[in-house]
């Protein structure tokens, strides 16, 4: 918007006088001449001539109202623009996530978005270490941590569990025959694929579903990457064992392809942040976007 002094200059200017200017604007004429006065000692020119007849503009009254006219049209185009997002949401919408959660979930969600709403532009990028969590221009990041220490906004939107499995192929490679009964004494021997970022000894915390008893133990790792996808390619072509989301080895565990390993116990859930740079003030893209990617997993 424009200021208050500019916008009272252009209805003196256009109304020809200071008791038409403050009818228009609702405002006293004293008040109406004040903001002229203001404006004329900020701006150090005179603007309006004020005689005991008539007001009459200046030259330099005559170009300066030009050019507040032209940022009046376009301070009005801007909030008419903006109305529209807001009844209909418009525009690139840049969404980062790790690669499994990216191309399992965030794409497929959002892609159905767009589906809806054709002038939404959205724009994925894989994001699977969090130590930079938020790139330049990205709208949304989806991490699986929460940032405690960060000017960006961040809720929770879904949680997932990590399940430890391996190929029926790599265990028969280790001459153990028995698919559903694997000790842990047999399989912490094998190679071990772990997050490029942690520790090469893997902790793992778990607990028995029924019993809720836990279960601790570590296990040294052989194998490194920084992608779940990758991770999940590995593994399923007998590289080794490893702890992958529930949503990338679902239908691997149904179809036989992947074993789960001690499938009496699970690991604690992992929660997943929806976090943005926008604090209190949404745009619309993005708002709409938030909405739909709760409940994610």
């Given at each position: ?95 980062s996530a790790p690669s499994g959660l990216l191309e399992q979930a965030v794409t497929p969600i959002i892609s159905n978005l767009a589906e809806k709403h054709p002038k ?178």
């Open positions: 918007m424009l200021d208050k002094r500019v916008l009272t200059f252009i209805r003196i200017y256009e109304c020809g006088s200071l008791t038409a200017a403050a009818t228009s604007l609702r405002l006293s004429v004293s008040v109406v001449g004040n903001h002229l006065q203001h404006l004329e000692n900020e701006l150090g020119i005179k603007l309006i001539l004020r005689t005991t007849r008539k007001l009459m503009p200046t030259s330099a009254g005559a170009t300066f109202y030009q050019a507040c006219k032209r940022l009046e049209k376009e301070a009005s185009h801007a909030l008419e623009e903006l109305s529209k997002e807001a009844i209909e949401p418009s525009g690139r919408i840049t969404i939404l532009k959205p724009a994925f990028i894989t994001q699977d270490n969090s130590s930079k969590i938020l790139q330049d221009d990205v709208d949304i990041a989806i991490s699986v941590c929460e940032l405690k220490d960060s000017d960006l906004k961040s809720f929770r939107i879904g949680s997932f569990r990590r399940i430890l499995c391996v190929s029926p192929n790599y265990i028969k490679s280790r001459k153990h025959m028995d698919m559903n009964n694997i000790p842990l004494e047999v399989f912490r021997n094998w190679d071990h694929l772990a997050p490029t970022w942690k520790d090469p000894v893997f902790n793992y915390n778990m607990t028995h579903i029924e019993t809720g008893d836990p279960l601790q133990f570590t296990i040294e790792s052989t194998r490194f990457t920084n992608t779940t996808l990758s991770a999940h390619a590995l593994i399923l072509n007998n590289g080794g064992i490893a702890a992958l989301p529930d949503y990338v080895v679902k239908d691997d565990l149904k179809t036989g392809k992947l074993v789960r390993l001690l499938p009496d116990y699970q690991l604690t859930k992992t929660p997943v942040y929806a976090c943005h740079p926008y604090g209190n003030q949404i745009p619309a893209r993005v708002r709409l976007c938030l909405v739909a990617l709760t409940g994610l997993v």
